[in-house]
């Protein structure tokens, strides 16, 4: 079911399955909405309420003025849990979905018992990746949001799958089109602010879920890695031939990784 909530100040569009003993939280990533993970979600059993939201600057869901950090995002997603009157949730987050969601553990331990990233880092933005991101505000400011996405999201996938979801890539970049640029730029900032959370993460112990794709051009196999090496309590699965999108080039796999670990953690 879908309706709108006023968290944090902001109207957040939401998908809720309402029914499920175990509620999973689903977090999209950068430009993407929650409908990226329809296919995905499809694959989950009934025993799992699953909540997809858009977050904020994406879709239908409105934006800080100034700057979608990753704590103004992770208070938006427990106000959520408060509407929809739940104790707590496992967070499922795509790249910047995961991002928010190291947020939502370190500000609402008592809200989110766990995190599962699908293609996330613990780090924050080396220099270099902070001029990429300045550069891509000029773009939008530009007018040229759709013209980013088309590139941005083939790079999503590795480089076999990329005829093989075409569909895929044109529906997400379709929906593009909802976007605010304004929130959209503020998400940016919000990337470019956030701080490094491996130290954070590494304490957690169980309660955390590292899934890569063994062909990700934004997380090439090197940077996996010094990840497994600087949070060696995560648990960690790569996924073959998949790149920055592997819960939609192999949904079967990440559905089976994602139960598992939901269903014998500490979650």
């Known amino acids: ?36 993970w329809e296919e995905f979600a499809v694959l989950l059993p009934d025993s799992f309420r699953c909540i997809f939201i858009d977050i904020p600057g994406h879709g239908l869901t ?15 997603c427990k106000e959520v849990l408060d509407k929809l009157e739940l104790k707590s ?23 989110f018992s766990a995190l599962v990233h699908f293609n996330s880092t613990p780090y924050a933005d080396i220099p270099e990746k902070a001029g990429d991101r300045q550069k891509e505000i000029g773009f939008i400011e530009n007018g040229k949001l759709i013209s980013l996405a088309s590139i941005a999201v083939c790079n999503m996938y590795s480089k076999d799958n990329v005829d093989r979801f075409k569909s895929k890539i044109e529906e997400t970049v379709t929906l593009c089109e909802t ?18 959370n491996t130290a954070f993460l590494k304490s957690l112990k169980e309660k955390v879920m590292f899934v890569f794709g063994d062909q990700d051009k934004h997380c090439p196999l090197e940077k996996i890695a010094q990840i497994r090496k600087d949070v060696p309590s995560a648990r960690f699965e790569i996924v073959p031939g998949t790149g920055h999108n592997s819960f939609i080039e192999e949904p079967q796999k990440l559905a089976e990784a994602l139960l598992d670990f939901v269903n014998t953690g500490n979650c």
Do not use: W
């Open 62 to 76: 409105g934006t800080h003025p100034e700057s979608n950090t990753m704590d103004f995002c992770a208070r938006v």
């Open 179 to 196: 976007h605010d640029p304004s929130g959209i730029i503020a998400c940016i900032r919000g990337l470019m602010d956030r701080p490094d």
């Open 1 to 36: 079911m879908e309706f709108f909530v006023s968290s944090a100040g902001i109207p957040v569009h939401v998908n809720d399955t309402q029914k499920g003993e175990k509620a999973l939280l689903f977090l999209h990533g950068y430009l993407e909405t929650m409908y990226i």
């Open 89 to 111: 949730a496992v967070i499922v987050g795509h790249s910047m979905g995961g991002y928010i969601g190291q947020a939502c553990l370190k500000l609402y331990p008592e809200r």
